[in-house]
């Protein structure tokens, strides 16, 4: 289009500057898209060495000034371009009129709309620029608070994991150890050999069920992470070993709960029920007797919150199981009569130090103090007792937090009770 311009007279009368100054434009124009500040700049040199050549017998240059000027104003070089603008036309102004030779040459000034066009164009352009950068980091900025909430779930799941299931499951193994050793040394001959068999089985497959629990929630999923972060996300080949390791007893986790609830509602309200059996089983073998009652439709609740309802069971089960006295206790499961949510309660009887009202599952009080459980004989363990975990009611107020949920912990003439309440999914904006 250069070329275009020039009058086939105008290649007659160029001498060497005029043919420099024409290749060097032409050579700046095609290197503009590849490197446009460097390009522009050379493109201005042209056009003010345009302007103080003797003759016009040279390829016009103001329109790839123009384009000069938008690259300046897009890359934010405002300075730059106002002074090229002002000596261009400065120069142009400054030697006044100039005879035409037959090629199609243009008055600066008359160019000077275009220029600022030009400009205007180029900052337009650069404010969208700079709009989508920060529209994009907003959206990095955004996936990284996703990613760290992500990463606080997956840890807060897995000290649900650690603390509810595996260490309730050591716990009941330690009861049903102490339980054994008191039995042999009673004074009166101890259990046979039968009944010895088969405590020393229920001892197994806890540890078993334990070890499977260990593997399938905490151990893959922590390995997955990892592979994830390396960009290379491997089979979990022990799941199978973990699923496998399954309790001979009976003592295992339902079927139903090894994946999750895989956002299944209807199985989610089985699981629950189930796990509400299960820790009824352990505390009637710790001399504990233990009712349950289930009431409503759970599914209502969704998968989400039936998992985390599994979990406080969890919790509550563990709570009696370490400093529950003997003597009855009761765990239930209850829709509100209008579909709003569920209440999770549970009660036992617990006399002694560990029954303080305010104070958390380990036995720490509300004012900093730390005491001991009171253990099932009515003895009271010492404050770093193995069962004192120290996170169980904090841990359940952080996980329904996001819930709307809410934890509220009484103590009346020796009962001491726990009541969760827990919004439906539909109610829980409300």
Not at 352 to 369: F, I, K, N, P, R
């Amino acid at each position: 289009m250069a070329l275009w311009n020039l009058h086939p007279i105008g290649f007659e009368m160029m001498d060497g500057p005029d043919v420099a100054v024409s290749v060097i434009y032409m050579a700046a124009l095609v290197a503009l898209p590849f490197k446009p500040v460097s390009s522009a700049v050379a493109i201005v040199i042209v056009t003010v060495a345009e302007g103080l050549l003797p003759s016009d017998a040279f390829v016009q240059s103001l329109w790839g000034f123009c384009y000069a000027l938008a690259v300046f104003a897009m890359e934010g070089l405002i300075v730059p371009a106002a002074a090229a603008v002002a000596v261009v036309c400065g120069i142009a102004w400054a030697q006044g009129d100039r005879p035409m030779w037959p090629v199609s040459h243009h008055s600066s000034f008359e160019m000077l709309p275009f220029m600022l066009f030009a400009a205007a164009l180029g900052v337009s352009l650069r404010m969208w620029r700079v709009s989508v950068r920060e529209h994009s980091r907003a959206e990095a900025r955004h996936e990284l608070l996703l990613q760290e909430n992500r990463q606080y779930e997956e840890r807060l799941r897995l000290l649900h994991e650690l603390h509810g299931s595996v260490a309730g499951s050591l716990t009941y193994a330690i009861w049903l150890c102490r339980e054994l050793e008191d039995d042999r040394g009673d004074g009166q001959g101890g259990m046979d050999l039968s009944a010895l068999r088969e405590r020393a089985r229920q001892v197994e497959g806890v540890l078993a069920q334990t070890l499977g629990t260990l593997r399938r929630e905490v151990i893959d999923p922590t390995r997955r992470l990892v592979d994830e972060h390396e960009g290379t996300v491997a089979a979990p080949d022990g799941e199978a070993a973990g699923r496998s390791g399954g309790n001979p007893t009976g003592e295992g986790e339902p079927a139903a709960d090894a994946d999750g609830l895989a956002g299944n509602a209807e199985i989610g309200a089985i699981v629950v029920d189930r796990r509400m059996r299960q820790i009824a089983d352990r505390l009637n073998t710790v001399g504990l007797r233990c009712e349950t009652l289930t009431r409503g439709d759970l599914t209502v609740m969704g998968a989400a919150r039936l998992d985390l309802m599994v979990r406080i069971i969890d919790e509550m089960g563990n709570n009696m199981l370490k400093y529950a006295s003997p003597g009855p206790c009761a765990i239930a499961v209850t829709m509100m009569s209008n579909g709003s949510g569920a209440r999770i309660w549970s009660s036992n009887m617990c006399t002694g130090a560990g029954a303080v009202d305010g104070a958390d599952a380990s036995g720490g009080l509300a004012d900093g103090s730390s005491v001991g459980p009171e253990l099932p004989d009515g003895s009271a363990s010492p404050a770093d007792d193995p069962l004192s975990g120290g996170v169980g009611l904090p841990l359940m107020r952080r996980s329904l937090k996001p819930y709307g949920g809410t934890v509220a912990v009484s103590r009346e003439e020796g009962e001491w009770s726990i009541a969760v309440t827990l919004p439906a999914p539909a109610h829980a904006a409300a």
